[in-house]
């Protein structure tokens, strides 16, 4: 590939990575709102295509009627109410639809122009079909809330949405870099690189592990309570913490341990990447990944504020959103400094230098 094609091929991969982050967002508004639950039946194609008319409006707001979340939430809120949650929902399946048509015809296109490796061609389909199961797994989330007595979806199924949408996200992202930078830039100093680096994998496990813990947060809707910090109702851990049996499903659905436990995690990310801050901020890395550290510093510590303004300010809307969204953004930057530092695992240090 050329300099040329790599950068539009890059461009390409990184414009579809700033509409997954679109995605995120949307889903978190979503789920804020109540919204996810007002399309009662999932049409891949046809479902591009909003009602039409005033008879399909009404058949929608019927189907929506019959569900727990109508009867327990909004019984009596009309036609009216119903569009409002309906069309936040139908953007959110839209713009997903719109990302896989984007993916598919650019890669149709430069496949046809010659300017796609066949190995390449082949990872971009595998994202397009993981794109198509993420659709499913979004269908498989919504199915949950419409069971007796649900008013949402199950915490378990909202975090595996969500994760399969990172996963498909840092997939996409580590292959533009890839595409745009092909090979490894060089780290002098190697024994600072490789520190770093050994320092940043720790870092990104426990940002993994964050997000995670945050789904369950916004699964059992655990961030509107206990709203103070640091403390939680005038303790550190929080009474009840290990209510449940087995222990372990504590960490999943009871909400003082599940929140407590979010915090715990977000704490913890902020020291590992402070420590990674420390190991490579003052070191001869190379421009990327010093710019990668530098930036992750300061993202981590802006994602922990937009953290406790969403707790102390009872989850609005906008927060909510905000804070899911610059999650997946962390994670974008530290998927930039780990590949920009790929140098430190391949280079051997020299005695003596």
Same mark, same amino acid.
């Given at each position: 590939?050329?300099?040329?094609? =790599? ?7 990184? !414009? ?30 046809t479902g591009m295509i909003p009602p039409l008319s005033h008879a399909e409006w009404e058949r929608q707001f019927a189907l929506y009627q019959n569900i727990p979340q109508y009867k327990i939430l909004h019984d009596g809120f009309g036609l009216a109410g119903f569009q409002k949650i309906f069309w936040l929902e139908w953007t959110h399946r839209f713009w997903g639809r719109i990302i896989g048509i984007y993916l598919m015809v650019r890669l149709v296109m430069f496949a046809v122009q010659g300017v796609l490796t066949r190995g390449l061609i082949i990872r971009l389909v595998v994202f397009f079909v993981l794109g198509g199961l993420q659709g499913a797994i979004g269908w498989f989330m919504v199915a949950s809330g419409f069971r007796e007595?649900?008013? /949402? ?8 949405? @969500? ?22 830039? /060089? ?6 690189? =490789? ?14 592990? !964050? ?10 809707? /655990? ?12 303790? @550190? ?5 290990? #209510? ?20 715990? @995690? ?38 922990? /504020? ?38 430190? #695992?391949?280079? =051997? ?5």
């Amino acid at each position: 590939m050329s300099i040329r094609d =790599r950068r539009r091929v890059s461009n390409w991969l990184l !414009t579809i990575c700033v509409m997954l982050l679109g995605m995120i967002a949307l889903g978190g508004a979503t789920r804020l709102t109540g919204s996810g639950l007002s399309i009662m039946d999932w049409r891949p194609v046809t479902g591009m295509i909003p009602p039409l008319s005033h008879a399909e409006w009404e058949r929608q707001f019927a189907l929506y009627q019959n569900i727990p979340q109508y009867k327990i939430l909004h019984d009596g809120f009309g036609l009216a109410g119903f569009q409002k949650i309906f069309w936040l929902e139908w953007t959110h399946r839209f713009w997903g639809r719109i990302i896989g048509i984007y993916l598919m015809v650019r890669l149709v296109m430069f496949a046809v122009q010659g300017v796609l490796t066949r190995g390449l061609i082949i990872r971009l389909v595998v994202f397009f079909v993981l794109g198509g199961l993420q659709g499913a797994i979004g269908w498989f989330m919504v199915a949950s809330g419409f069971r007796e007595g649900s008013t /949402a979806v199950e915490p378990v199924r909202l975090v595996l949405h @969500l994760s399969a949408a990172l996963i498909l996200y840092v997939a996409i992202l580590w292959t533009a870099l890839s595409v745009r930078w092909p090979r490894a830039e /060089a780290v002098p100093d190697l024994a600072a690189g =490789r520190r770093t680096r050994g320092l940043l994998h720790g870092a990104l496990g426990l940002v993994a592990l !964050t997000i995670i813990a945050g789904g369950f947060t916004a699964g059992t809707h /655990a961030g509107f309570v206990f709203n103070t910090f640091p403390l939680m109702d005038g303790h @550190l851990i929080p009474e009840g913490y290990a #209510k449940l049996s087995p222990f372990w499903f504590n960490w999943i659905a009871n909400i003082p341990a599940v929140q407590f436990d979010h915090r715990l @995690l977000a704490t913890v990310t902020v020291l590992m990447i402070g420590a990674v801050v420390l190991s490579g901020v003052r070191a001869n890395l190379g421009p990327r990944a010093h710019a990668g550290v530098a930036l992750l510093g300061w993202a981590v510590l802006i994602q922990y /504020a937009l953290g406790v303004t969403t707790l102390l300010l009872v989850v609005p809307v906008w927060a909510g959103t905000v804070h899911q969204t610059f999650a997946a953004v962390l994670l974008g930057i530290g998927v930039f400094t780990m590949h920009a530092l790929r140098g430190a #695992k391949r280079g =051997r240090v020299v005695s003596g230098g």
